[in-house]
């Protein structure tokens, strides 16, 4: 629900409206303007009588707000959030993100060496699975803590902010402690449980799309972290299943305005995920960034016929940078740089 109020109204009576609100358990939003006051309120507005707050005098109007989600919601958050991940800044209009590595952290070595390569090439932070969610349980699952350890090392060596999947509230401490931004996957993206206590975190969050959910759903994933006071949410798409089996996932590029119309969240893509074949994720990295995305999440393996996981979907370092490069050209032609 959104409240606006008269011109001049006291500031004590915009006290008393907002001791009342939250009094009936609801968030208050409020949007200091010059002459206007306007409050957005989060909860369970139906308890609510419009008439009886209209009956206040020093309120304009009263106007239900249709989407569910309301601290996502761009009414009442015109500006696009920029989410600062260790100095690297995620949204607004300035800089495409990149985001480079491997589908599994493999060794110390191996993620030191990557990092610098995915650096060399224009990219600005370290992507790597430390706890791996397989389809198969015999799968290789990562190296848990050492992968999180060498990831680490990684930065240290390169400066690289370094990106890693969270799969259970666990691993929480060790998450804030060594990661600069916390994904949540596709299989995780309604575990709510898991939401709320990552919406307890200080490090920003990469929230992947389900592999089946509706763009009103996924909004509704970042809804819940930002509920919890974690107000720092980055969207990811990375395809979702639908009947075509030419590729791994559907990537739905549509995702990209909408999700910039209805929310004032940044958006980055993930075209190896969605492609399942690094053939395809060079076109659709290009897409991605001539739609307004805000960034991109590529697999890059030196070896991708030996990598321990995903390696179909896996760039060469030569090949990354030569998308960045064409990259640059697409970002300059829709006003951002990259």
């Known amino acids: 629900m959104i409240i606006s109020t008269k011109r001049g109204t006291p500031a004590a009576e915009l006290d008393k ?19 206007y006051n306007v409050f957005g309120l989060v909860g369970d507005t139906t308890i609510l009588d419009e008439k009886r707050i209209r009956a206040n005098p020093y309120v304009e109007n009263v106007q239900r707000v249709s989407e569910p989600y309301k601290k996502a919601n761009r009414l009442f958050h015109e500006a696009d959030t920029i989410v600062d991940v260790a100095g690297v800044r995620v949204g607004g209009t300035e800089k495409v993100a990149v985001i480079g590595g491997p589908c599994s952290i493999e060794s110390k070595e191996q993620a ?33 803590t050492e992968g999180i350890l060498d990831l680490a090392a990684a930065r240290e060596a390169t400066g690289l902010p370094i990106v890693s999947e969270l799969m259970s509230a666990d691993k929480i401490d060790e ?12 299989r995780n993206m309604q575990n709510f449980q898991l939401l709320k206590e990552v919406g307890k975190m200080s490090k ?18 970042a ?15 990375r395809g979702i299943r639908t009947f075509e089996k030419y590729t791994r996932n559907t990537l739905d590029l549509s995702v990209v305005p909408i999700i910039k119309q209805k929310t004032h969240l940044p958006i980055i ?9 690094w053939r395809y994720v060079e076109s659709m990295s290009l897409a991605a960034i001539a739609s307004g995305a805000d960034g991109l999440m590529i697999e890059v393996h030196e070896n991708p016929e030996a990598a321990w996981s995903d390696g179909a979907q896996s760039l060469k370092p030569e090949k990354f940078a030569a998308v960045i490069e064409k990259g640059r050209a697409i970002a300059r032609v829709v006003g951002r740089g990259l």
Not at 113 to 126: E, S, T, Y
């Open 269 to 277: 893509i993930d075209p190896s995920h969605a492609t399942g074949d």
């Open 112 to 144: 030191v060496r990557i990092a610098q390569l995915v650096k060399n090439a224009g990219g600005c932070m370290l992507r790597g699975g430390a706890y791996k969610p397989r389809t198969s349980p015999y799968a290789f699952q990562g190296l848990g």
């Open 204 to 221: 920003p969050i990469l929230l992947k799309r389900g592999l089946a959910n509706t763009i009103e759903e996924w909004i509704m994933s």
């Open 175 to 186: 998450f804030e402690q060594y990661v600069d931004l916390v994904q949540i996957g596709a």
């Open 17 to 35: 409206i907002i001791q009342e609100f939250e009094g009936m358990g609801l968030g208050v939003t409020i949007i200091r303007g010059t002459d």
């Open 223 to 237: 809804e819940y972290i930002m509920a919890g006071g974690n107000e720092n949410v980055i969207f990811c798409e």
